[in-house]
Every structure is written in structure tokens, then in C-alpha cells.
T-cell receptor, first 112, second 114 residues
Framework: AQSVSQHNHHVILSEAASLELGCNYSYGGTVNLFWYVQYPGQHLQLLLK??????LVKGIKGFEAEFIKSKFSFNLRKPSVQWSDTAEYFCAVTGGGNKLTFGTGTQLKVEL | DTGVSQNPRHKITKRGQNVTFRCDPISEHNRLYWYRQTLGQGPEFLTY????????KSRLLSDRFSAERPKGSFSTLEIQRTEQGDSAMYLCASSPTGINYGYTFGSGTRLTVV
């Protein structure tokens, strides 16, 4: 069975700082990888996804993620965060099936 | 398209009572998923349907939990004899066939068992 680890549980950044959130997965076969975001009071929304091809994928709102197969990682990045990026971020994986397995999430707070 | 709709948004119930939640997926999505999320945790998979067929159930889904999708459209999740440990956010999501699309989530039903 697949599993996902997000090592940063809480991150606090100032506006314009760069962001990198770690995500490692455990699964021996082909995986599909996702990042979801949950803004305060809102439902989970898809930020970006990776299936195949270019390991650097770009999502909405300037976010990107890089799939590094050798490291079983799919880290989320943004060069310059904004106050409106304050949210909880979840990494998720599917492997050999249809269901998404989520990490425990990273709570990001961006201060003005 | 109004997205995935879940009702009620909040439910407070006494321990031992039965509760039922409803999910209306995006109409053209034939897959429907139920997840549970507790504070500080990511969503945990409970079960999923392809059309009206329930294809997978998690071990988290005890005998007190049952889910249906009778006509391949809306779905219900029932919890019988609720326990305090059932307090959580129950999330519904839907997708077209094929995981490539990702899921569209509803806003969830927050259950509090007192």
C-alpha cells in the first residue's frame, strides 16, 4: 500500500519569501502525484498533478512541483509567497488503484 | 455546475444515535469517494463507488458504517450507534473515470458526537 509523508507540519513565512514543502511517498510502482490546497473555510482544491512526462509540473497561482523518482519525492515550490497563500497543503498519491492517499498536511501561514 | 454538494454542513448528535449524510456529485462524474478527516490529519479513504457499485471499502469502515449510491447519482453515508470517536469531517469527492482528472471535493459534513 502507498503512503505519504509531509515532514513540515507548520511553516511560517513572510510575504515574498520562497516556499518549499516536502513530500515523500512510499510505493514501488508507477504513481500519480497531487498537491491539494485548503484555504480557510473552503474545500480542498487541486493545485497541481503529475502523471508522466516532464517531472517539473506547474499548477495554479504560481505553484510548481518536481517529481524526483530516485528520492520518491514531489516537493511543492513557489518563488514568492503572498498573504493569500495562507492555507493547508496536502500531498497525495495514487499507486495501483484509484484512491488517493493523503499526507497529514502542512499548515502554511504567510505574514505581512 | 455547482460542484460537489454535501448535506448537512454540520451535525451534532448524541452518542448512540444514527446519522446519515448526503453527497451530490458533479452530474457527469461516475466515481464518488468518501473520506474522513480529523484535526491535524489528512483525509483518510473510506470507500468509493463507480456508478452504483461500491468497489472498495477501507478497514476504517466498521460494520456501523454503510454507504450507498442507489442510482449512480447521489450517495449516502450512514453511521449507526455513533461513538465519540466518529467525530470528524466527512468529505465527499467525485471524478470522471480515470484518476488523471483528480478529485473534486465537497465542503464536507462536520459531525460532532456528544
Amino acid at each position: 500500500a502507498q503512503s505519504v509523508s509531509q515532514h513540515n507540519h507548520h511553516v511560517i513565512l513572510s510575504e515574498a519569501a520562497s516556499l518549499e514543502l516536502g513530500c515523500n511517498y512510499s510505493y514501488g510502482g508507477t504513481v500519480n502525484l497531487f498537491w491539494y490546497v485548503q484555504y480557510p473555510g473552503q474545500h480542498l482544491q487541486l493545485l497541481l498533478k503529475y502523471f508522466s512526462g516532464d517531472p517539473l509540473v506547474k499548477g495554479i497561482k504560481g505553484f510548481e512541483a518536481e517529481f524526483i523518482k530516485s528520492k520518491f519525492s514531489f516537493n511543492l515550490r513557489k518563488p514568492s509567497v503572498q498573504w493569500s497563500d495562507t492555507a493547508e497543503y496536502f500531498c497525495a498519491v495514487t499507486g495501483g488503484g484509484n484512491k488517493l492517499t493523503f499526507g497529514t498536511g502542512t499548515q502554511l501561514k504567510v505574514e505581512l | 455546475d455547482t460542484g460537489v454538494s454535501q448535506n448537512p454542513r454540520h451535525k451534532i448528535t448524541k452518542r448512540g444515535q444514527n446519522v446519515t449524510f448526503r453527497c451530490d456529485p458533479i452530474s457527469e462524474h461516475n466515481r464518488l469517494y468518501w473520506y474522513r478527516q480529523t484535526l491535524g490529519q489528512g483525509p483518510e479513504f473510506l470507500t468509493y463507488f463507480q456508478n452504483e457499485a461500491q468497489l472498495e471499502k477501507s478497514r476504517l469502515l466498521s460494520d456501523r458504517f454503510s454507504a450507498e449510491r442507489p442510482k449512480g447519482s447521489f450517495s449516502t453515508l450512514e453511521i449507526q450507534r455513533t461513538e465519540q470517536g466518529d467525530s470528524a469531517m466527512y468529505l465527499c469527492a467525485s471524478s470522471p473515470t480515470g484518476i488523471n482528472y483528480g478529485y473534486t471535493f465537497g465542503s464536507g459534513t462536520r459531525l460532532t458526537v456528544v
